[in-house]
């Protein structure tokens, strides 16, 4: 009977002294505490499996939420008659924010401006020589945060737009 787990010191005391009484006492409690701690353990782990399925459960219904919400989003996005892109200025060999990229741009867009397909393109690639008045104009909004409105004629497809222009984010 060496390996004895005691719960108090008075366990302790009783099995020094040599009392064979006072060890099965022992043993007993420490059976009896033992199970009652698998008991615990085995409920902690039903809760717990409860919670993960509560967890997952309000997971399913947000991403559930965020799909409809972005198919709504989209479904704006792509019927309104409003020409509409997101660009996003980056480095390019003319320096710093000296070149944009179309990131999303809706049909109306395309039959407004006249350009195909912009998403992924530089505006220098699309509009060559005009391409610095536009880098221009919407780097203002970039570096201030102040929207503008204008009219200005895109010339690479001899189109007059009216345009509205301001900062996302930041």
């Known amino acids: 009977f060496r390996r004895v787990l005691f719960r108090s010191a008075a366990?302790?005391?009783?099995?020094?002294?040599?009392?064979?009484?006072a060890v099965r006492h022992v043993e007993t409690r420490t059976?009896?505490?033992?199970?009652?701690?698998?008991?615990?353990i085995t409920a902690l782990a039903a809760e717990n499996a409860g919670l993960k399925e509560a967890v997952s459960a309000e997971r399913g219904k947000r991403h559930d939420a965020l799909a409809r919400s972005e198919q709504r989003?989209?479904?704006?996005?792509?019927?309104?008659?409003?020409?509409?892109c997101i660009i996003e200025f980056l480095d390019g060999p003319h320096g710093p924010l000296?070149?944009?990229?179309?990131?999303?741009?809706?049909?109306?867009?395309?039959?407004?401006?006249?350009?195909?397909n912009v998403v992924g393109k530089k505006v220098r690639e699309m509009v060559g020589d005009e391409a610095q008045g536009w880098i221009d104009l919407y780097g203002e909004v970039l570096r201030t945060g102040t929207p503008i409105r204008?009219?200005?004629e895109l010339v690479a497809t001899r189109r007059w737009l009216e345009l509205a222009a301001f900062r996302v984010g930041r």
């Open 11 to 21: 366990d302790a005391v009783e099995h020094r002294a040599g009392d064979h009484q």
């Open 31 to 40: 059976d009896d505490t033992i199970e009652q701690l698998r008991r615990q």
């Open 73 to 84: 989003y989209r479904t704006l996005f792509d019927s309104i008659d409003e020409g509409f």
């Open 98 to 116: 000296s070149d944009y990229v179309h990131v999303e741009a809706n049909p109306a867009y395309t039959t407004h401006a006249g350009i195909p």
């Open 150 to 152: 204008f009219e200005r």
